[in-house]
């Protein structure tokens, strides 16, 4: 079955650390992916794509994410998380068509 | 700019009554709109899509029900709801020129 797995389901850091989130898909073929972002009481934004090209993406708020092909993954990371970036990140994978599979989430919290 | 709204944001019903969640889009024609549910621990499930007025795609047979009465108007609703309808409801319409979704703040549904 197609699936998007994100394993870490809970992670707790402190501000400076840094972050890696992972994300790991089960499709074949061309694929698009995503990691999207929702802060606390606010709507679902991009954080970042991949369509093709560089396989490391940077997105906003110096978030990066790496697209590994031979892995299926399409981890998330940022050198240096600060307290706002709290929130909860969700990777996701399109094919063709309108169709979006989303992972289950993965919660961070920053301690100050 | 595009704008999303959905409401209510939180909402608690009892099992058998009826539901109605709206979301409604500004700044966009012709948008391809779609219902996604979190149901607790799991990802995010498309429910169902439209792409046009009265134009509605189920993704998953369930309870639940879903309407275009207008270009940017989205509802989606219930005769009956069931505890497994419990959730977070979300509304969002697909950016075509990013190739991503913009989601509404989301509707937390319990059921009880």
């Known amino acids: 079955a197609q699936s998007v797995s994100q394993h870490n389901h809970h992670v707790i850091l402190s501000e400076a650390a840094s972050l890696e989130l992972g994300c790991n898909y089960s499709?074949?073929?061309?694929?698009?992916l995503f990691w999207y972002v929702q802060y606390p009481g606010q709507h679902l934004q991009l954080l970042l794509k991949y369509f093709s090209g560089d396989p490391l993406v940077k997105g906003i708020k110096g978030f990066e994410a790496e697209f590994i092909k031979s892995k299926f993954s399409f981890n998330l990371r940022k050198p240096s998380v600060q307290w706002s970036d709290t929130a909860e990140y969700f990777c996701a994978v399109n094919r063709t068509g309108n169709q979006f599979y989303f992972g289950t989430g993965t919660s961070l919290t920053v301690i100050p | 700019s595009q704008t999303i709204h959905q409401w209510p944001a939180t909402l608690v019903q009892p099992v058998g009554s009826p539901l109605s969640l709206e979301c409604t889009v500004e700044?966009?024609?012709?948008?391809?709109l779609y219902w996604y549910r979190q149901a607790a621990g799991r990802g995010l499930q498309l429910l169902f899509y439209?792409?046009?007025?009265?134009?509605i795609s189920s993704e998953v047979p369930q309870n639940l029900s879903a309407s275009r009465p207008q270009d940017r108007q989205f509802i989606l609703s219930s005769k009956k709801l069931l505890l497994s309808d419990s959730g977070f409801y979300l509304c969002?319409?697909?950016?075509?020129?990013?190739?991503?979704?913009?989601f509404g703040s989301g509707t937390r549904l319990t059921v009880v």
């Open positions: 499709y074949g073929g061309t694929v698009n």
């Open positions: 439209s792409v046009g007025i009265g134009q």
């Open positions: 969002a319409w697909r950016d075509r020129v990013r190739l991503g979704y913009t």
């Open positions: 700044g966009t024609s012709n948008p391809n």
